[in-house]
């Protein structure tokens, strides 16, 4: 049985991350990174999958996103508010470095910035600590999207939608539909426009593909597209099944970027100048 001791520490996937970024053209997203980085070091399917807690994170995926950190602050990597990760003007010229000298230089710039810090110390919000309760702000919203009534959760992915410029979206939620919970339309440049069927699931674990297969069975014939939103997440199979080359496109909404676009929204999300992030659950009970 695979362990977390067969997962490769983060300055071990330093390279690796600096290497899937260049065969990737320069940038990609987190998820592209992930599989290449897998694929790359031929990561067993067994071990990639490890969850790292109880949320949607692998093991693979919060080790390698410490990788990124760790690369960022050395100056070779950039990111964008959308997700996208990409090589800065260093990091194109460096197809390989000194992984513990990454890790030291790194290191050595974030005890500086903390003993420039005790000046004024910063609060929690402002220097990302986990809040009172020991959790940060996204596990939190996590956890309460997981708790919600699923008519509730169905309403909120409408509103999700609408806002994300969806129009006539309804939520059917029927039994016997095919595990379809509602239908909307979305309008390119305010001339072609797509039928979307969605399916929403409050889930703590990983996907696999037999969800994602029955999906696309259920929408096949009555839209152009298909959209899986999750608090959990999806394993590799269940997105490589969404892509699949001859089958209708399935885009999947894992946890993660569920909350990224509450947060971006405004939706049930606050924010202020020095990023605190409040959550407004009394938004969530009332859907």
């Not at 694929?39 to 996103?65: F, N, W």
């Not at 090589?87 to 710039?109: H, I, N, P």
């Not at 305010?190 to 399916?199: C, D, R």
Request: charge should be neutral; charged fraction near 30%.
């Amino acid at each position: 049985m695979a362990t977390k001791d067969d997962v490769p520490t983060f300055d071990k996937l330093i390279n690796p991350t600096l290497r899937a970024l260049h065969k990737l053209g320069g940038s990609a997203s987190i998820h592209e990174l992930v599989d290449e980085i897998v694929s790359d070091m031929k990561i067993p399917t067994e071990v990639a999958e490890l969850p790292h807690g109880q949320g949607s994170q692998t093991e693979v995926e919060y080790r390698t996103a410490w990788a990124r950190n760790y690369l960022k602050n050395y100056g070779l990597i950039e990111n964008s508010e959308r997700g996208v990760w990409a090589l800065t003007a260093a990091g194109q010229k460096a197809t390989s470095v000194d992984a513990r000298a990454v890790v030291k230089t790194v290191q050595q710039k974030q005890r500086e910035a903390r003993q420039a810090r005790e000046v004024k110390k910063p609060t929690p919000a402002e220097e990302g600590e986990p809040a009172r309760d020991g959790r940060d702000w996204r596990e939190q919203l996590l956890d309460l999207l997981q708790t919600m009534a699923p008519t509730g959760f169905e309403r909120l992915c409408q509103r999700l939608l609408r806002e994300s410029g969806f129009i006539e979206v309804e939520v059917t939620g029927r039994s016997g539909d095919g595990g379809i919970d509602g239908r909307g339309t979305i309008r390119i440049g305010g001339l072609i426009s797509f039928n979307v069927l969605f399916q929403s699931k409050r889930y703590r674990g990983n996907i696999g593909p037999d969800t994602v297969r029955d999906f696309r069975g259920a929408m096949i014939g009555r839209a152009d597209k298909g959209l899986l939103i999750t608090t959990g997440g999806f394993t590799r199979e269940a997105r490589k099944e969404a892509i699949r080359d001859g089958a209708p496109p399935i885009d999947l909404i894992d946890g993660e970027l569920l909350i990224d676009k509450l947060k971006e929204l405004k939706l049930g999300v606050k924010t202020s100048l020095v990023e605190h992030v409040e959550l407004a659950e009394d938004w969530f009970s009332s859907l």
